[in-house]
């Protein structure tokens, strides 16, 4: 049965009106659910029945009507506008909302509802309806009368059956309450956030994870950071390394089982210095009811912190103060039973610990007093006295019962809580020997004052200045009677200026003070007596009178005293400039004979040197003898001499002991094979190789005890012995024996021979020679060195010396003959060029004799300092040979400008220099060395050694 067009038309509404609820099932409401349900209903039925014409029209107008009623009570607004957007049909509830009526909606487009302000891009929404889509979106709208309400929905378009929209159905929901509701759920964020912002305790907030998501204003201001990731991250950057693990442990464990934590940690501020904060951390739950997280506020208490870590601190010292003090404290309740005690208050009474002290003087307090009873009335007092603190004495019995003085300091302190009740602390000082002195001081008061009267020294008591005590010895001190003495003021009794015109009062204010202060003060004064002054000496002691502190002031007279030191400082003055006197007339006269005896040892080695007659070099070798001779006598006379002055230096240095004494029998050994006596030598293998003192004296020593033993020996041997005495980790004691078989010494004279000036026999000098100082400065280099020297002998039968030195092992290892440089010949100076700095003529002479005519050297002679500058700024040499002692300009100063690139225009200011001077005293050496010269050679030369030292310097 073929329906009516009006059927037909009906039916394709319907299935349009279907199609567009399908397409809007983002939507809910039981209003849609219902409209669907009717729609499927009437298709349903009118696909599977064949009416009649009025039964198709009653079937059609029942549908009509109930679909009709499902459009009309929906909750929510239902538009149909037609392809152009013009509103076609609109629901009941739709101008409920709109405030609008039919006849002013009919026609109308739906902007009619736009918000001026609304963000939605309504072009975008027409592209996408017109395009065959469903737009879906909030909207917001405005009512006839203006008010604001808010909408969901969707607008989809509704195609025939040919596919083509021949109508756009919009459903939407008002949501106006809920969107009130999040704009107040915003707000109350936004208030809530914005008053944690500014909370003046920090507060973080982390994710169910951990994940820091949130920090307030003071924490950031507190850490110095900024509110993004970086403080997220520097969160755990800012704690401290040593407390990060204590404040993860805390968390994590937290986080997991969604409890609150509290925790203290160190936390970095701004400053970058770490202050103690207690963090409080607590789980929270979202508008949902759902695990949200931590919050947490984080308070800073580091300075609450360390007051307390102070009072720890102050309360740990004062326990210890409490338990270590040397004074007994004790606690009593209000009724004086002993609530704590330190374990010097149980020492006072004789036992080991407060413990048992407490124990025993609670329970049986009569032990301690010696009249109990008398006591309890006291302490009733002591609660009744309006008085609070008190200062007592009491005597009392230890464990042993003997009797015991004390001073008890007590104080009374009420409670806080209640005025009435209160109880007592204070300290006890055991007394007993303090009792004991003063009983025993009151005895010896009297004996004090006998010496106090009959002291030899003038005592003065002071208070302060005034003299309120003297003695009979002060009274004659200053001539003046007592009563004028007592009551006068200390500085009255002598000038206003002290010594080195210092002012009195000060430096009387400065002893007093000092001597007050328990330090005894020992002082020079200047004092009047009958209008003149005296010296004296001052002693200052405090001393108590009536336990009031007191000076006493012990006066001696020592104007003769310090007359006599002035006269020994000025003999001590006159003997020094005597001595340096000496010292300048020896070096002198040292220069002076060394000067001509140099030319005359030199001109006889040159003479020597030639072709003589046996005669002429007889004469010529007595001449050198008496010339060395002469010189040995100048030089145990310095020598001497610096020993006694205390001038003598020594230096050690790393030595091989068999070589040094295989170079002093090279020297001795012409002499003794001349007089036909065996010169033997023995070292014990124990002595070790190398030793550490000072050669050069160890030389001196052995040449005048071997010389000496060869000179007084006829026939027979001269042995030295040299042996390991000791040996410790501190060094060696070496000790060295000089045996000989000469003319031995008599028993009464071996202790005289180390005397100066002395020799075994008067006849000695006249028959062997010798100045009589080589044994005395042997001995007094041996002791110097803190060594020791001694003699045996048998008159005929020979004499044994015998030496101990203390010496060092030394480690310096020494050239083998091997190892030695080629000896060098007088012809390699030939060429070099030479300066001689020299006044002297006949020095000059032997000069250019040996060093230009012998070594073949170029030989210019300076015969002052200043020709010898100019020599030098005008010409260049190899060396200089430099003469300390010259007119004028002395050598010490022409080697100062030489050295000097300021004061001299010298052309080479390296130039190596060799001093050359007559006196042998280590001070000349020094002195030279300090100018700035390279090496040292005494006159008269050694020309051996001259040469060597001239070749050292040779240019390579």
Not at 131 to 154: A, P
Not at 397 to 426: A, S
Request: proline residues 3%; hydrophobic residues 35%.
């Amino acid at each position: 049965m073929t329906l009516p067009s009006t059927s037909i038309n009906m039916h394709d509404k319907i299935k349009r009106a279907l199609a567009l609820l399908e397409h809007n099932d983002e939507m809910r409401g039981e209003e849609v659910s219902l409209l669907k349900t009717l729609l499927k209903e009437v298709l349903s039925e009118a696909e599977n029945t064949s009416p009649t014409i009025t039964e198709e029209k009653n079937y059609r107008d029942e549908h009509l009507i109930r679909l009709s009623a499902a459009f009309d009570q929906s909750a929510n607004t239902i538009v149909i506008t037609d392809i152009h957007g013009n509103i076609e049909y609109a629901n009941p509830r739709f101008y409920e909302v709109t405030g609008y009526t039919p006849g002013e909606i009919i026609g109308q487009n739906p902007r009619i509802l736009k918000y001026e302000h609304s963000k939605i891009d309504y072009k975008d929404l027409w592209d996408t309806i017109t395009s065959g889509k469903t737009w879906s979106g909030e909207f917001l709208n405005k009512t006839k009368e203006g008010g604001l309400y808010w909408e969901i929905g969707t607008i989809s378009p509704v195609k025939n059956a040919e596919g083509q929209i021949i109508n756009f159905l919009a459903i939407k929901e008002n949501i106006t309450q809920r969107k009130q509701a999040e704009e107040k759920l915003r707000k109350a964020k936004d208030f809530y956030l914005n008053l944690l912002e500014d909370f003046p305790v920090m507060v973080w907030q982390c994710d169910p994870k951990g994940s820091f998501n949130f920090f307030n204003q003071t924490f950031l201001r507190f850490t110095g950071r900024r509110p993004d990731q970086e403080m997220i991250v520097g969160f755990w950057e800012n704690i401290h390394p040593k407390d990060l693990r204590v404040f993860t442990d805390s968390f994590y464990q937290s986080l997991d089982n969604q409890t609150p934590f509290i925790v203290e940690y160190r936390l970095k501020d701004r400053f970058g210095s770490y202050r103690w904060v207690l963090n409080h951390g607590k789980p929270f739950k979202d508008i949902d009811g759902r695990y949200g997280g931590f919050i947490g506020t984080c308070i800073d208490i580091h300075d609450r912190f360390t007051v307390e870590q102070r009072l720890m601190d102050s309360e740990s010292k004062y326990r210890r103060m409490f338990e270590d003090s040397s004074l007994g404290i004790f606690k009593l309740d209000r009724k004086f039973s002993f609530v704590s005690a330190n374990k010097a208050m149980a020492s006072i009474f004789g036992y080991d610990n407060a413990v048992d002290f407490l124990m025993k003087i609670n329970n049986t307090p009569a032990d301690f007093f010696p009249n109990y009873n008398m006591e309890q009335q006291s302490m009733r007092e002591l609660v009744k006295s309006p008085e609070n603190r008190f200062v007592i004495e009491k005597e009392f019995r230890d464990k042993n019962g003997d009797k015991i003085h004390t001073v008890i300091h007590l104080r009374k302190v009420n409670e806080r809580r209640h005025d009435k009740e209160f109880y007592m602390e204070g300290f006890i000082e055991d007394v007993t020997l303090k009792k004991m002195a003063e009983q025993n001081l009151l005895l010896s008061e009297q004996k004090f004052k006998a010496l106090f009267e009959k002291s030899y020294d003038a005592i003065l008591i002071l208070n302060r200045y005034e003299v309120i005590d003297c003695n009979q010895k002060a009274c004659k001190l200053f001539r003046m009677e007592k009563s004028n003495l007592l009551g006068s003021n200390y500085l009255t009794l002598g000038p206003d200026e002290q010594y080195e015109k210092k002012n009195a009062r000060e430096l009387l204010d400065s002893q007093i003070r000092k001597a007050m202060g328990g330090c005894a003060q020992n002082f020079d004064w200047l004092l009047y007596r009958k209008g003149s002054t005296f010296d004296a000496e001052i002693s200052f002691a405090r001393i108590f009178v009536h336990d009031q502190p007191m000076l006493q002031v012990i006066i001696r007279d020592v104007s003769e005293k310090r007359m006599v030191e002035k006269q020994i400082k000025q003999a001590k003055e006159d003997a020094e400039k005597a001595r340096m006197a000496q010292s300048e007339f020896l070096s002198l006269m040292s220069h002076e004979i060394r000067t001509p005896l140099n030319a005359v040892v030199s001109l006889t080695d040159l003479l020597l040197q030639d072709k003589l007659t046996s005669d002429q070099m007889e004469n010529l070798s007595s001449v050198k003898v008496s010339a060395r001779h002469l010189l040995g006598l100048i030089d145990d006379i310095l020598d001497y001499n610096k020993i006694e002055s205390g001038n003598i230096q020594f230096e050690e240095t790393d030595f091989d002991i068999r070589s040094l004494v295989n170079e002093v029998f090279k020297t001795l050994g012409p002499k003794a094979k001349e007089k036909k006596i065996n010169l033997l030598c023995k070292i014990d293998r124990k002595v070790p190789k190398i030793l550490e003192t000072d050669t050069l004296r160890l030389k001196q020593i052995l040449f005048n005890l071997l010389s000496n033993a060869i000179k007084f020996t006829e026939k027979g041997y001269v042995h030295l012995k040299v042996g390991l005495k000791s040996q410790t980790e501190e060094g060696n004691r070496i000790v060295f024996e000089v045996k000989d078989t000469g003319i031995g010494i008599a028993a009464d004279r071996l202790d005289a021979i180390f005397e100066r000036f002395t020799q075994a026999e008067t006849s000695t000098t006249r028959k062997y020679g010798g100045s009589g100082l080589g044994l005395t400065i042997s001995k007094k280099l041996v002791e110097l060195q803190e060594g020791e020297i001694y003699a045996e002998s048998t008159v005929g039968h020979g004499s044994l010396f015998t030496f101990i030195l203390p010496m060092k092992t030394g480690v310096r290892k020494f050239p083998t003959s091997e190892d030695l440089p080629k000896i060098a010949k007088s012809e390699d100076l030939e060429g070099m060029r030479i300066l001689m700095v020299e006044d002297d003529k006949m020095n000059q002479f032997v000069g250019t004799k040996v060093i230009e005519k012998k070594w073949k050297a170029k030989l210019t002679i300076a015969p002052s300092g200043e020709e010898a500058l100019e020599l030098l700024e005008s010409n260049t040499f190899d060396l200089i040979l430099m003469d300390l002692l010259l007119p004028e300009m002395d050598g010490y100063e022409v080697t100062r400008r030489i050295r000097s690139g300021e004061e001299s225009k010298v052309q080479n200011h390296e130039i190596p220099i060799i001093a050359l001077t007559a006196d042998a005293f280590n001070e000349t050496r020094n002195k030279a060395y300090e100018a700035g010269v390279d090496d040292f050679v005494s006159k008269p030369f050694d020309y051996d050694k001259l040469f060597e030292k001239i070749f050292r310097y040779k240019p390579s």
